[in-house]
């Protein structure tokens, strides 16, 4: 029998509609149908590194997990990851395929049409369902003509809608009933019914408004599903949703936000130990002259961050914290900004030019045009400890610090140790996942770990955000709207 597929949109960013498809996703799992995620067209600079080779957006990745499935470039064939206000590296199934500015990616939707139903078709052959995920809004009418996000795709491979508004934002009648006012009415016939995401109190207060829903637009209604208090406990795909809970832990971790800040997933198991307070400081405000450790995260652009990083006046915090005894650890863009020099003459990663680091490192970071895109299994140097992570960057650094590695990778040396190992960098990402190092890691600072198995967490968050969703939306009837893919 053919797969088939169904569509989770919603009203507005940042609804829920990742959230809920990994829930949809699980629950699927459960009931014993094959399943796996899709997403035509994602904005991150969260990536995550698939089985094949490529790159595809951190939800995705999660959602996968939510599926028991092997990561493929197939599940979200087009990344933009934006390196400015203005402008986003493109990723097409997998591989960067150039650059494009905001004001020309309109005309360049409609060529990526193409790779993005190929890769539709290619994932259908390997399980029973598909559930795909939208981006943005489908009632953003200025981006319907070329549209492969959201009702362009669904139109194009007939696929069934569900809808979610977001009552958490107030005005979700609006949301919902203003969504089929202004799209057009073959876009409006794809909608099967909706949903109503992050409700908070007394649920059967709106019961009046849910019924209005109801008779304005003809759809159906799936149900109204309460605020999932443990969604901080899943991987984050969007900066937005950084606001990490307070942590009580003595040791206290802090992150600057930079502005292209990327994979800052890396830190969440972090976030999940008993021991660990880990504070998350947003532009406009200094780095907390308590901290024990600083982590300077992934970024799309490291001079273009390390400018925005001095802007806030980060660099003499950092500074302050270095001499009064603190730690520093950089990570991928953040071990490149601790050297001296980080160079990119050739305008690899943004603007042309060659920038002064902040000088913690006796290392150099050259751009250069292969991007280290892999899964890797190296060993801690300190501790032994085997750490299951990936790299994903352009530019090479080297140094004499470099010779005091983090980690070694089939024996090549990883990142780079200053003298006394107060300050700390290394390029692998998804490090802090792997308990075992995570644990030696820690000790290694003076902090015991809890005993977290950080994998087992997310698993059964996962199954706890299924239960959840079976609990309070009719989860069988949204699964029998999906259609059968190719009719």
């Known amino acids: 029998m053919p797969a088939s597929a169904l569509m989770i949109q919603g009203t507005g960013s940042n609804v829920g509609k990742s959230m809920l498809v990994a829930g949809l996703c699980r629950a699927a799992l459960r009931r014993g149908i094959s399943v796996a995620p899709f997403k035509p067209q994602n904005m991150s600079n969260n990536a995550a590194v698939t089985d094949d080779g490529g790159e595809i957006g951190r939800a995705q990745a999660l959602q996968a997990i939510a599926c028991g499935c092997a990561l493929s470039v197939h599940m979200n064939p087009v990344l933009l990851k934006p390196e400015s206000d203005t402008g986003s590296q493109v990723i097409v199934q997998g591989q960067m395929r150039g650059r494009l500015n905001a004001r020309d990616f309109g005309g360049a939707r409609e060529s990526l049409l193409a790779p993005v139903l190929e890769s539709f078709t290619i994932l259908s052959k390997t399980a029973d369902l598909i559930i795909v995920e939208g981006a943005g809004s489908p009632a953003e009418t200025n981006l319907r003509h070329g549209d492969i996000a959201n009702m362009g795709f669904a139109r194009a491979a007939g696929v069934p809608v569900i809808l979610a508004g977001d009552i958490d934002r107030g005005g979700v009648i609006a949301q919902i009933v203003g969504t089929q006012a202004v799209i057009d009415p073959e876009d409006a016939a794809m909608i099967a019914g909706f949903i109503i995401n992050k409700f908070r109190g007394e649920v059967r207060l709106f019961d ?75 532009p406009g405000t200094p780095l907390p002259a308590d901290a024990d450790l600083i982590i300077l995260p992934g970024t799309k652009s490291t001079r273009g961050d390390l400018a925005f990083l001095r802007a806030q006046g980060w660099d003499v915090d950092l500074h302050a914290h270095v001499r009064r005894g603190g730690k520093v650890l950089g990570i991928c863009g953040g071990y490149q900004m601790l050297g001296h020099i980080v160079d990119d003459s050739g305008g690899l990663d943004g603007a042309m030019g060659r920038d002064r680091g902040l000088g913690f490192l006796n290392v150099e970071t050259r751009m250069a045009s292969d991007k280290t895109l892999t899964k890797v299994t190296a060993v801690h140097c300190a501790s032994g400890a085997q750490i299951d992570g990936y790299e994903i960057h352009i530019g090479q650094t080297v140094g004499p610090d470099c010779k005091r590695p983090f980690a070694t990778i089939n024996s090549i040396a990883d990142g780079a140790h200053s003298r006394g190992g107060q300050i ?64």
């Open 208 to 282: 009046d408004g849910y019924e209005d829903i109801i008779r304005r637009t003809g759809w159906a209604g799936f149900g109204v599903l309460p605020w999932f208090n443990a969604a901080h406990r899943l991987p984050s795909e969007d900066a937005v949703d950084l606001a990490l809970p307070s942590m009580t832990g003595d040791f206290h971790i802090v992150c600057p936000m930079l502005s292209r800040i990327a994979n800052f997933d890396d830190l969440d198991p972090l976030a999940a130990e008993p021991s660990v307070r880990l504070s998350m400081i947003p």
């Open 424 to 487: 700390t960098g290394t390029y692998l990402h998804g490090l802090f996942t792997n308990d075992t190092f995570r644990a030696a890691w820690l000790e290694n600072m003076g902090v015991s770990s809890g005993g977290t198995a950080y994998s087992q967490l997310v698993e059964d968050t996962l199954d706890q955000l299924a239960d959840h969703m079976e609990e309070h939306l009719d989860v069988s009837a949204m699964l029998a709207c999906a259609a059968p893919v190719g009719k």
